[in-house]
Structures are given as C-alpha cells and as structure tokens.
C-alpha cells in the first residue's frame, strides 16, 4: 500500500472539536482510507495531545505551528525519514514549494477546500503558477473551485479533480426518523420553541457569510409571520466568542427584534446536529466565494430545507425547488425574503423539502463516498 502523507494547515490541532473544516475534512476521510493506503497526519501540537499519537488509528505527528515557516520545515524533515509515496497539502498552495525543496522526490497532490490562499492578497501570481507547477495533482471540493483555478492558471486545469465533501449521516440525524423526532421534540421543548418557526444561521459572524441580509428581510418576515425565530449560531472566530466591529452591528439589529432574534456564541462541532435538528429551515447567505459549504449538507442530512445564494459550490449541493432553494445575488433581499415566507407558510412544503434533502444527502454527499472517491485516485496513482 503507499504510504500517505496529509499536512494539514497547522492552524488548529487534531482532533478538535472547534477546528475548522479544513481539519474536519481531514479526521473524516483519512482514516477511512486504511487497506487502500497507509496513511499518515501532520498538525499542530498542543499541550493537551502527545507529539506523537494516533487518530481514529491513523499515526499523528505535531509540531509548533506558530511559525508556520518552522512548522513546515519539522514536517519537511520528517518526511525524509518517512519517505511517503504521495504527499497531499491541505489548502496552503505555497507550502507545495517548501515541501518540493526539503523533499525534492516528493509527488505532491494539493487539497485546496477554498479559494482564500490562491488570491491575490495572500500569493503573487507568478508564485502560484510555481505551486501549481510543482504539484502533481489538484483536488477541489467543487466544480466551481475547480473554475476559480482554472481562471488563475489555465495551465493547471489538467491536473483538477473534483471531489465533493460529506457529513456523517449517523450523527447527523434525520428529524424523521424515529431518534429525530424524538430528540427534536425534547431539544424544542427544552428551548422554549414548540410554537415558533425557526430559521437557523450556523457559521461564522463575518460580512462574506451574510448575515446582515438575514437581518434586513427580518422585519417583513416577523410581520407576516409572527411567530418566526432567526437564531444565529457562530461567532466571527472559530472556537472563540471574540468581538469584530461587524459582529457588534449584527447584534446592535438583532435588539431591534428581540422576541425574534437569537444569537448563539460558538458552539463545538458536536453540539452542531442539535441546533439543525430543532429548526425548520436552514439559510445560508453566503457571498459568491464560497467553494462548498459544508453547512449545507449538515443541515439538509438533518432533513432541513436550505434557502442559500446561487452562488459558488452552493449550486452543486441544492437542488433549487426541491431540496431547498437558490437565491440570486443581484436580487437578493426579494428572493430571499419570498422564499422564507413560503417555507415558513407551508409546512407540507418543508417536509417535503426536508425529506428530499436526507435522501440527497445519502446518494451524493456522505464522507463515505468522498473517502471511496479518494482510494479511487489512490489507486489511480499508485507508483
């Protein structure tokens, strides 16, 4: 079997239950990718974790990884005496280079889960060609991600693989199966929401999530349908309840509609199914960036209908009309505002949309199939 080497960023440690998706994605595939590779996990250490330890029996190494110039140079000089087969970078393009430095015989895959660190801001053009360059093969979690590559540097398009991401569905539990509904029941109970109609936010409080727009559209929801409650789960950091100029202007609207608006600091991804179980739709705003959303699945698993922008990976999830709906951007306090109204007017709706959701969930997006889609290009490559 080859030996397999991940690295992730080194922003967060694994495991983690307030990591960000790019470490998510990590702890959910590698491990199922035992008797189709032996793998190994490179991250961040941490006081609490052994340098060296094990992930759901995958070997993990940790390093420091406050300077991320040192941290990939540890990971470097392990991958010498390790010698892996394929070495796969996890959404930084520009550690691709320093790893081809250290580990010059290294074949390299990049993982990219965004298009942050290909911008402009973060990496000149010239050097992303270069990373690009060096790696053998690069995986996206979206048609659209894969576009965004393409358009920076057209000469990389052969080397895309689409990929797309899962949920668990076993922990993402269906609010129609029996556990669903009983749990459900008790979280809305213990929350005080038997009779009010819950639209959920999850995800970070930062302008490009959108939820300003959700506060905008509140007013002619709330007056129509008076028992509507917006709860906004997240903060503007992950696994922190620190303030941003912008997450105090959410909450300075949200007081203007107390009995309406709830916001919810960061919660722990284990925490996460419980708040999608007790709601009734899903909406994710988002600006046109975003390469996935795993958001969207987690809550269409839960049986949730998803009102989200027709915008980026987005499309590739929803099935506009059926599973949820898909607002345009140049139009989007209208739709968004219209199509919230119908779902929270017509419960036979929702269920229907909900339903439809699960089962799209279990055909296309669970991380059983994206680890099945991994083992395939695995075997693909092998040397």
């Given at each position: ?28 595939i ?30 993990c ?57 290909i ?16 790696a ?76 300003h727009?959700?506060l ?6 709330a ?57 009734d ?12 959303g ?47 109204l ?9 269920t ?7 089962e ?24």
């Amino acid at each position: 079997m080859p030996k397999v080497a991940f690295i992730t960023p080194g922003t967060f440690t694994l495991p983690s239950a307030k990591s960000s998706s790019v470490e998510r994605v990590v702890e959910n595939i590698v491990p199922q990718l035992a008797g189709e590779a032996a793998p190994r996990i490179y991250g961040r250490a941490s006081r609490k974790l052994p340098r060296r330890g094990s992930l759901m029996g995958v070997p993990c190494f940790r390093y420091p990884a406050a300077d991320k110039l040192k941290y990939i140079r540890s990971v470097a000089r392990s991958l010498r005496q390790y010698r892996p087969d394929v070495v796969v970078v996890e959404n930084r393009p520009k550690f691709v280079l320093q790893i081809k430095k250290s580990y010059p015989q290294a074949r390299v895959w990049l993982s990219l889960h965004s298009s942050t660190f290909i911008g402009p801001n973060q990496i000149r053009r010239s050097r992303l060609r270069r990373c690009f360059a060096g790696a053998e093969r690069i995986v996206v979690n979206s048609k659209f991600l894969g576009e965004v590559v393409s358009s920076l540097v057209p000469e990389a398009s052969p080397k895309i693989h689409v990929v797309h991401l899962g949920v668990e569905p076993s922990k993402f539990i269906s609010q129609y199966s029996p556990e669903g509904m009983a749990r459900r029941e008790k979280l809305r109970r213990a929350r005080g929401w038997e009779n009010r109609n819950v639209i959920l936010f999850m995800g970070r409080l930062i302008p490009s999530k959108g939820v300003h727009h959700l506060l905008q559209v509140l007013p002619e929801l709330a007056a129509s349908r008076p028992d509507t409650l917006l709860v906004i789960v997240g903060s503007a950091f992950y696994g922190s309840h620190r303030m941003t100029s912008y997450s105090r202007k959410l909450g300075r609207l949200g007081r203007m509609w107390p009995n309406h608006v709830k916001f919810v600091p960061y919660v722990s991804y284990d925490q996460v199914p419980n708040w999608f179980l007790a709601a009734d739709i899903a909406v994710v705003p988002s600006s046109g960036r975003e390469a996935f959303g795993l958001v969207n699945v987690e809550a269409m698993a839960c049986g949730l209908p998803v009102v989200a922008t027709r915008a980026g990976g987005m499309t590739e999830i929803i099935e506009d009309g059926t599973t949820g709906y898909l607002a345009d951007p140049e139009d989007l306090h209208r739709q968004l505002r219209d199509r919230l109204l119908l779902l929270l007017e017509n419960a036979e709706l929702r269920t229907s949309m909900g339903l439809g959701s699960r089962e799209r969930i279990e055909r296309h997006f669970t991380w059983a199939n994206t680890a099945e889609r991994w083992r395939e290009m695995l075997r693909e490559h092998r040397p």
